[in-house]
């Protein structure tokens, strides 16, 4: 796929937005407060990670994994394309399965460090093998994430946003966990995911994801309750 900024000037930009000392200080503060399981760091990788596509079911998207050992950055990028039969964009992921995976139960969710080279609205996380009757071919719990564009960021997806219910065919949910508690990710699944996986699903299009690290976060009870937009905006206030 076309790239739009290298990786290089992804390492070297720099967030020059207009932003109160008091606001980034805070931020900087709540984000270092908060306790962090880690589940993969690509600058020494302990998982094997692997990419499947639509091509499984008849699609035309492709994809490809690169590892830089240099920047310790795991490179995800492909093309979502229309899969013919159905006239719906199809799917990519990236994903490891050669588990146990650490205990994240006493998370609040999940932490990528990652940086995208163009705009994509169809990431999203999974993680999980849990299968719901006449699920098909959905496996897991998936959340959707959006990805900063050209610089590096700590992107937060709680395990709230996660659920059992979504559509095979767009990847979309269909009953969300705070509408129903029972699909939310279960204890057993959160003590070792045995699977994560990575997707570009359901809007076609380019993508390419430059990834750091994954990680359990917000790990213990203070954090799990912690309003940090409340903390920065106070901070920022005094």
């Excluded at 008091?22 to 709540?30: E, F, G, V």
């Excluded at 499947?52 to 950055?73: A, F, Q």
């Excluded at 959905?138 to 395990?159: L, R, T």
Aim: proline share 6%; charged share 20%.
């Amino acid at each position: 796929p076309s790239c739009s900024i290298s990786f290089q000037n992804i390492t070297m930009m720099h967030y020059t937005r207009s932003v109160p000392a008091t606001l980034m200080i805070a931020a900087s503060l709540a984000v270092a407060s908060a306790a962090n399981i880690p589940i993969e760091s690509f600058s020494d990788p302990v998982h094997t990670w692997n990419t499947m596509n639509d091509p499984v079911m008849g699609g035309e998207s492709s994809s490809s994994l690169s590892l830089d050992r240099e920047h310790g950055t795991l490179i995800f990028s492909g093309e979502v394309a229309i899969v013919p039969y159905l006239g719906v964009p199809g799917f990519i992921l990236a994903y490891a399965d050669d588990g146990p995976f650490p205990d994240v139960s006493s998370c609040a969710g999940l932490r990528l460090r990652i940086a995208a080279e163009e705009e994509y609205k169809g990431y999203r996380l999974s993680f999980g093998y849990r299968h719901l009757p006449g699920g098909g071919h959905a496996y897991g719990y998936k959340a959707d994430f959006d990805a900063p564009v050209g610089v590096w960021g700590d992107v937060f997806v709680p395990f709230e946003n996660f659920t059992a219910s979504w559509d095979e065919a767009s990847g979309d949910p269909i009953v969300t966990c705070g509408e129903n508690p029972d699909f939310c990710p279960d204890e057993e699944t959160l003590r070792d995911m045995r699977t994560i996986s990575i997707w570009g699903e359901g809007v076609a299009g380019n993508e390419t994801l430059y990834i750091e690290s994954i990680g359990g976060t917000r790990c213990d009870e203070s954090d799990k309750n912690q309003d940090l937009e409340s903390t920065i905006m106070s901070a920022a206030a005094d």
